[in-house]
């Protein structure tokens, strides 16, 4: 099974600045298999990237993703009100997995 | 648009059965490997089971293999997860999602509360 690890847990921070979110696997990921999803408290998650650094539909360009092997990043450019949420990272070949998540909290 | 329902959660007593049913909508469901993924309170994802458009195949996680069961009618356009044998630590919201590039799609979630 691949672990995911997610850093940091909580992230704390202003809206207009920068989010950044790492995901560290236990061995390499294929990059087309690599997925990054928002959740909301009370909502199902919603997927954000795909690919590793692919925007899913509708998603804004705030968003970004990249990294490969056992790396990964999510970077959303300028946080806005409403992307204060859990983030999570995915594996999503053979026998998926998520990473623990990564809350960002408004500071 | 694509819409997937849950339905068929409630509380059932250690050791009971229930049979959980995803309506699909919005998008040719026989064209498409389908996922339960579940999430305990206040905890993070954890993936169920897949089942390819076919029904080809099914996978499960470890936690669940030999205790859960996917399955899938592309004429009715649903999805189901019979669980069996059920576990306090298989409460739970569960999750029907779509597979793609990713999880593109997912329903609201059925809860299932395990408790006596």
């Known amino acids: 099974e691949i672990v995911l690890t997610q850093s940091p847990g909580t992230l704390s921070l202003s809206p207009g600045e920068r989010a950044t979110l790492s995901c560290r696997a236990s061995?390499?990921?294929?990059?087309?298999?690599l997925a990054w999803y928002q959740q909301k408290p009370g909502q199902a998650p919603r997927l954000l990237i795909y690919g590793a650094s692919s925007r899913a539909t509708g998603i804004p360009d705030r968003f970004s993703g990249s990294g490969s092997g056992t790396d990964f990043t999510l970077t959303i450019s300028r946080l806005e009100p409403e992307d204060f949420a859990v983030y999570y990272c995915?594996?999503?070949?053979?026998?998926?997995?998520f990473g623990q998540g990564t809350k960002v909290e408004i500071k | 648009q694509v819409q997937l329902v849950e339905s068929g959660g409630g509380v059932v007593q250690p050791g009971g059965s229930l049979r959980l049913s995803c309506a699909a909508s919005?998008?040719?469901?026989?064209?498409?490997?389908m996922h339960w993924v579940r999430q305990a309170p206040g905890k993070g994802l954890e993936w169920v089971s897949f089942?390819?458009?076919?029904?080809?195949?099914?996978y499960y996680a470890d936690s669940v293999k030999g205790q859960f069961t996917i399955s899938r009618d592309n004429s009715k356009n649903t999805l189901y997860l019979q669980m069996n044998s059920l576990r306090a630590e298989d409460t739970a919201v569960y999750y029907c999602?779509?597979?793609?590039?990713?999880?593109?799609?997912w329903g609201q979630g059925t809860l299932v509360t395990v408790s006596s």
């Open positions: 995915q594996q999503y070949g053979r026998s998926p997995t």
């Open positions: 999602c779509r597979g793609s590039t990713g999880f593109d799609y």
């Open positions: 061995q390499s990921v294929s990059t087309s298999y």
């Open positions: 089942i390819p458009y076919d029904g080809s195949n099914k």
């Open positions: 919005g998008f040719t469901f026989s064209s498409y490997g």
